[in-house]
Structure formats: structure tokens, C-alpha cells
């Protein structure tokens, strides 16, 4: 399982509504081609791109942009009730 996490702040909310971006944190060895497989497949959604950085914290954070046809506010509003 590569998808540990949903990361939520209020600048992954802005980013959610404004720029259909999701985050999640994930694992520090996961490469972008896993991320989207394991996310694709997961939810159901179609992804356009991804960006990784590793964060003070050691931890690895994941921006995944979604196709137009999907919400990524809807869906992290789903996650993280």
C-alpha cells in the first residue's frame, strides 16, 4: 500500500477547490507511476500529473492533480469524515 494518508490544511483545501489537487502523504519509496496506479485504482478517477517532495518532517507528500471530469474538494471531503 502505497497511499498512507490524506493531508489536510487549509492550504490542501485551497488547492482541492481552486486546482483540483489532492494531497496525501505517502511512502517515502513510492515512485509517481505507483501513486497513480494504486490512486486511480483505488478511487476511481482519472489522474493528469503528480508532485512528490520529501517533507522537514521525513515524510513524502504527494500532490495529485485530477482530471476536469472529477472534484478533488468532493473527494478529500469524503476522505476525511
Same mark, same amino acid.
Given at each position: 500500500?502505497? !497511499? !498512507?494518508?490524506?493531508?489536510?490544511?487549509?492550504?490542501?483545501?485551497?488547492?482541492? @477547490?481552486? +486546482? #483540483?489537487? &489532492?494531497?496525501? &502523504?505517502? @511512502?517515502? /519509496?513510492?515512485?509517481?507511476?505507483? &501513486? =497513480?496506479? +494504486?490512486?486511480?485504482?483505488?478511487?476511481?478517477? =482519472?489522474? %493528469?500529473? %503528480?508532485?512528490?517532495?520529501?517533507?522537514? =518532517?521525513? !515524510?513524502? =507528500?504527494?500532490?495529485?492533480?485530477?482530471? /476536469?471530469?472529477? #472534484?478533488?474538494? @468532493?473527494?478529500?471531503?469524503?476522505?476525511?469524515?
Amino acid at each position: 500500500m502505497v !497511499l !498512507l494518508y490524506p493531508y489536510q490544511t487549509e492550504k490542501t483545501l485551497k488547492l482541492a @477547490e481552486k +486546482e #483540483n489537487v &489532492i494531497t496525501f &502523504i505517502v @511512502e517515502r /519509496k513510492a515512485t509517481k507511476k505507483q &501513486i =497513480k496506479e +494504486e490512486f486511480e485504482k483505488k478511487f476511481n478517477v =482519472k489522474v %493528469i500529473k %503528480i508532485n512528490t517532495l520529501i517533507t522537514r =518532517k521525513g !515524510l513524502k =507528500k504527494a500532490y495529485i492533480k485530477l482530471s /476536469k471530469e472529477y #472534484n478533488a474538494a @468532493e473527494l478529500f471531503a469524503k476522505l476525511t469524515t
